[in-house]
């Protein structure tokens, strides 16, 4: 690896028109400084871009200097692939333009949005797309991951409603990629992550969606665990596309609408989103609220941009994360014993472990119809450590390791690359799946020299 010189930084900046941050300046900390605190790198430079040919720029001199390249949209990567230690990290979150179009419902969208931009600016007309829960996290990374939340059972996945993309490959080209135009690369761009080049323009198709929707959280003591995750699994093998329900179970927040001595007890929480008529849907979830006698709930119609933001609270940035994750296409009693076995033993306030219900349109399309092929899961499971102190690491990955390997086996084949950790690049592989070895031509095709590998990494072998 070369160390960049002064005259390297001249050459660098005369092609650029945005942003350029060194160690030492002001920014610098903030920028490099991604969601997981897990992650400590120092890039060499950080490139702020502002338009694609500052991308294409950062691109060809990072090619011909040799540098490592990571690319940030939103940072929220969990294995902080989105910066790199000395190399250059090409950094988008200043591109954030959006264009709505309502008569044909399409958006196309800059990688620099973050999910509550994006919302924001297709709520206005009462339009989405199917992306995560969490409003901070980027489109980018999401959506070239798969990408998926509360209307992806009744939408499909973000990759679904993807219409077409601008890259800008590793040779520093700009490319048009969709069904009709370089379409094997937008067929890996659709779950191959950031493999394949730097997508500077995504454009999605939207839905109807609210703005207001039926959507809120029932909470059951720990102690009912196994008849309310029963229930719940059963439930959501029948459940109409419309309706989606989560399972989380963690220490409970100091909710106001559960009583104080609740408060930072484990709990089992049934999280609810209906899209579509909300009288319809109070009939559908009518029958949760017999799984126990909760604790307590907060249900109600509210701005479907208000539910998306629900969780941002609890998943702020700089604790510390660490996470492992399985796809299930059915929520059997052994994984129900295994959640309910290491939720007793929760190895901070922050941990917790969720199943993301999935299902309904995300299992109807083919396999082989684009890079993301999981399409035989119902549920992801993420077990969700997360702390403060480094202090707490050991234990807290441990735990986390423990209930991985004891749901392991009821687990299906795949897995979330938007969920895998820095350390799992064994499971690489595993996690794409029965595309990966089309992947790897493509790789080969369009990045044979693997300039993109601070990513869920596919070599071009
Ligand atoms: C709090 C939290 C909640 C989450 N909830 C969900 C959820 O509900 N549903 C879900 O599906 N996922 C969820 N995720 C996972 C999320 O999809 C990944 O963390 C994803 O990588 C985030 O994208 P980003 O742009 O923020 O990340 P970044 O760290 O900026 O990027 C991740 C990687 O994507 C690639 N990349 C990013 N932008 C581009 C681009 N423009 N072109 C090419 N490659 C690019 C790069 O390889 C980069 O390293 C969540 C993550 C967090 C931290």
């Given at each position: 690896?070369?160390?960049?010189?002064d005259?390297?930084?001249?050459?660098?900046?005369?092609?650029?028109?945005?942003e350029?941050l060194?160690?030492?300046?002001?920014?610098?900390?903030e920028?490099r400084?991604i969601?997981?605190?897990?992650?400590?790198?120092r890039?060499?430079?950080?490139g702020?871009?502002t338009?694609?040919?500052?991308?294409?720029?950062?691109?060809r001199?990072?090619?011909?200097h040799?540098?490592?390249v990571s690319?940030r949209?939103?940072?929220?990567?969990?294995?902080?692939?989105?910066?790199?230690?000395d190399g250059?990290?090409?950094?988008?979150s200043?591109m954030?333009s959006?264009?709505?179009?309502?008569?044909?419902?399409r958006a196309?969208?800059?990688p620099?949005?973050?999910?509550?931009?994006?919302?924001?600016?297709?709520?206005?007309h009462?339009?989405?797309t199917p992306?995560?829960?969490n409003?901070?996290?980027g489109?980018?990374g999401?959506?070239?991951?798969?990408?998926?939340?509360?209307?992806?059972?009744?939408?499909g996945?973000?990759?679904d409603n993807?219409?077409s993309?601008?890259?800008?490959t590793?040779?520093?080209?700009?490319l048009?990629?969709?069904?009709t135009e370089n379409?094997?690369?937008?067929?890996g761009?659709?779950?191959g992550?950031?493999?394949?080049g730097?997508?500077t323009?995504f454009?999605f198709q939207?839905?109807?969606?609210?703005?207001?929707?039926?959507?809120?959280?029932i909470?059951f003591?720990?102690?009912?665990a196994k008849?309310?995750?029963t229930k719940?699994?059963?439930?959501?093998e029948?459940?109409?596309?419309e309706?989606?329900?989560?399972m989380?179970?963690?220490?409970a927040?100091?909710?106001?609408?559960?009583?104080?001595?609740v408060?930072?007890k484990t709990?089992?929480?049934?999280a609810?989103?209906?899209?579509?008529?909300?009288?319809?849907?109070?009939?559908l979830?009518?029958p949760?609220?017999g799984?126990?006698?909760?604790?307590?709930?907060?249900?109600?119609?509210?701005p479907?941009t208000?539910?998306?933001?629900t969780?941002?609270p609890?998943?702020?940035?700089?604790?510390?994360?660490?996470?492992?994750?399985h796809?299930?296409?059915?929520?059997?009693?052994?994984v129900?014993e295994?959640?309910?076995?290491?939720?007793?033993?929760?190895?901070?306030?922050?941990c917790?472990?969720?199943?993301?219900?999935i299902g309904?349109?995300?299992?109807?399309?083919?396999?082989?119809?684009?890079?993301?092929s999981?399409?035989?899961?119902?549920?992801?499971m993420?077990?969700h450590?997360?702390?403060e102190?480094?202090?707490?690491?050991?234990?807290g990955?441990?735990?986390?390791?423990?209930?991985?390997?004891?749901?392991?086996?009821?687990?299906?084949?795949?897995?979330?690359?938007?969920?895998?950790?820095?350390?799992?690049?064994?499971?690489?592989?595993?996690?794409y799946?029965?595309?990966?070895k089309r992947?790897v031509?493509l790789?080969?095709?369009?990045?044979?020299t693997?300039f993109?590998?601070?990513?869920?990494n596919i070599?071009?072998?």
């Amino acid at each position: 690896m070369k160390q960049l010189q002064d005259a390297n930084i001249d050459e660098f900046k005369e092609h650029f028109q945005g942003e350029v941050l060194l160690p030492g300046a002001a920014g610098y900390e903030e920028v490099r400084q991604i969601w997981n605190a897990m992650i400590d790198r120092r890039p060499a430079l950080i490139g702020r871009c502002t338009t694609p040919e500052d991308v294409a720029n950062a691109v060809r001199f990072s090619r011909k200097h040799n540098m490592l390249v990571s690319v940030r949209g939103g940072g929220h990567n969990i294995a902080g692939n989105s910066v790199c230690d000395d190399g250059i990290m090409i950094d988008l979150s200043l591109m954030k333009s959006i264009h709505v179009d309502p008569k044909v419902r399409r958006a196309t969208v800059e990688p620099g949005c973050t999910l509550a931009d994006f919302d924001a600016a297709a709520q206005t007309h009462g339009l989405a797309t199917p992306l995560g829960i969490n409003s901070t996290t980027g489109v980018a990374g999401l959506t070239l991951g798969g990408g998926f939340g509360w209307l992806s059972r009744k939408f499909g996945l973000s990759v679904d409603n993807l219409l077409s993309a601008d890259v800008v490959t590793a040779d520093g080209n700009h490319l048009h990629a969709s069904k009709t135009e370089n379409s094997d690369l937008f067929w890996g761009l659709r779950g191959g992550g950031g493999n394949f080049g730097i997508v500077t323009s995504f454009e999605f198709q939207l839905h109807p969606v609210g703005p207001d929707l039926l959507s809120g959280l029932i909470v059951f003591p720990f102690d009912q665990a196994k008849p309310v995750l029963t229930k719940f699994a059963r439930f959501t093998e029948t459940m109409p596309d419309e309706l989606n329900v989560w399972m989380v179970t963690r220490k409970a927040p100091p909710l106001p609408f559960l009583p104080e001595d609740v408060h930072g007890k484990t709990v089992v929480v049934l999280a609810i989103c209906y899209v579509g008529d909300p009288a319809e849907g109070e009939k559908l979830i009518e029958p949760l609220r017999g799984f126990g006698t909760a604790h307590g709930e907060h249900i109600g119609v509210q701005p479907y941009t208000a539910w998306q933001q629900t969780f941002d609270p609890l998943l702020t940035k700089g604790a510390r994360n660490y996470w492992k994750s399985h796809n299930f296409s059915k929520i059997s009693e052994g994984v129900i014993e295994a959640i309910i076995e290491y939720a007793a033993m929760l190895p901070s306030p922050q941990c917790e472990i969720f199943i993301g219900t999935i299902g309904g349109q995300t299992t109807r399309i083919a396999p082989d119809a684009m890079a993301y092929s999981s399409r035989d899961a119902n549920y992801v499971m993420n077990v969700h450590g997360r702390w403060e102190s480094a202090a707490d690491d050991a234990r807290g990955i441990s735990w986390a390791r423990q209930f991985f390997t004891k749901s392991k086996p009821f687990a299906s084949d795949g897995a979330y690359i938007n969920f895998l950790t820095e350390e799992e690049t064994d499971r690489i592989a595993f996690a794409y799946g029965t595309t990966y070895k089309r992947l790897v031509e493509l790789k080969k095709k369009y990045d044979p020299t693997n300039f993109f590998r601070m990513n869920q990494n596919i070599r071009p072998v």
